[in-house]
């Protein structure tokens, strides 16, 4: 039976949910999925599911036991609305689960670490402004040839997206660019992206599309700078072994 979705302005908790210890000695990925009414996370670290529910990059979790945050728990559990939730209502699942659950508590602060910083190149940027609303959403998606379709984004949605899906350290916005916009990016991945690619053969193409480096600056008229910056992180002040099921 095919879920409708969960209404947009729903604000899901998980009715019952079980986390067990990830087995060990199985063949590991790491993934979510949803099966029918069911939740799941997948051999999931503590450190990892915190980075997927805030959006931030492991370097900005402070604190903490280091041997929890790198616990692998298997999380199956059940929402407390009809329909089916969309990945932000997933994230606010989760959210309320480590909470409850892990009984996660944090304040952020800022700190400087190793970061990118996103910076408009010489001869200015090249993008295009979008026509659509603010309120009709954006878009960040890959495909298997790296192709980066952004639709509606601003400079900052940009560098979220980049971190959490791309790059091996935080990302900053530094361009100063006050809209948001539509573009393509195609380049051929490095070994450091590819796993956090899905679908993408270990193999390059001499007749490919250049470097993810030079392809931001020749199709965007942006800077990738590696630089130290100052970084928002999340400081544990409670973290615990979850719960019983």
């Known amino acids: 039976m095919v879920l409708a979705p969960t209404p947009a302005n729903a604000d899901p908790a998980f009715e019952v949910a079980t986390i067990k210890p990830s087995d060990t000695s199985a063949p590991h990925g790491t993934f979510l999925k949803t099966d029918g009414r069911h939740s799941i996370a997948y051999n999931f670290a503590v450190r990892d599911l915190i980075c997927f529910v805030y959006g931030v990059h492991k370097s900005q979790i402070v604190g903490g036991s280091k041997a929890l945050l790198e616990t692998h728990f298997d999380i199956d559990g059940v929402p407390d609305i009809d329909g089916h939730p969309n990945i932000g209502q997933r994230k606010i699942m989760y959210r309320k689960l480590l909470e409850s659950r892990f009984k996660l508590a944090f304040h952020r602060e800022k700190q400087e670490l190793p970061a990118y910083a996103?910076?408009?190149?010489?001869?200015?940027?090249?993008?295009?402004?979008?026509e659509r609303k603010p309120g009709e959403g954006t878009v960040f998606s890959l495909d298997r040839q790296i192709v980066l379709e952004v639709r509606n984004a601003s400079m900052s949605d940009f560098a979220h997206g980049m971190q959490e899906a791309i790059l091996d350290k935080p990302v900053v916005d530094e361009t100063g660019l006050p809209d948001r916009y539509d573009f393509d990016l195609?380049?051929?991945?490095?070994?450091?992206?590819?796993?956090?690619?899905?679908g993408v053969e270990d193999h390059h193409d001499?007749?490919?599309p250049p470097g993810l480096y030079t392809a931001i600056q020749e199709q965007l008229g942006l800077k990738l700078e590696s630089k130290k910056a100052l970084v928002e992180v999340l400081v544990i002040d409670r973290l615990e072994m979850p719960s019983a099921n």
Do not use: M, R
């Not at 996103?118 to 979008?130: D, F, N, R, S, W």
């Not at 195609?186 to 899905?198: A, I």
């Open 118 to 130: 996103i910076v408009v190149a010489k001869g200015g940027p090249k993008l295009k402004k979008t």
């Open 186 to 198: 195609k380049w051929t991945p490095d070994e450091g992206q590819l796993s956090s690619v899905p």
């Open 206 to 208: 001499p007749n490919g």
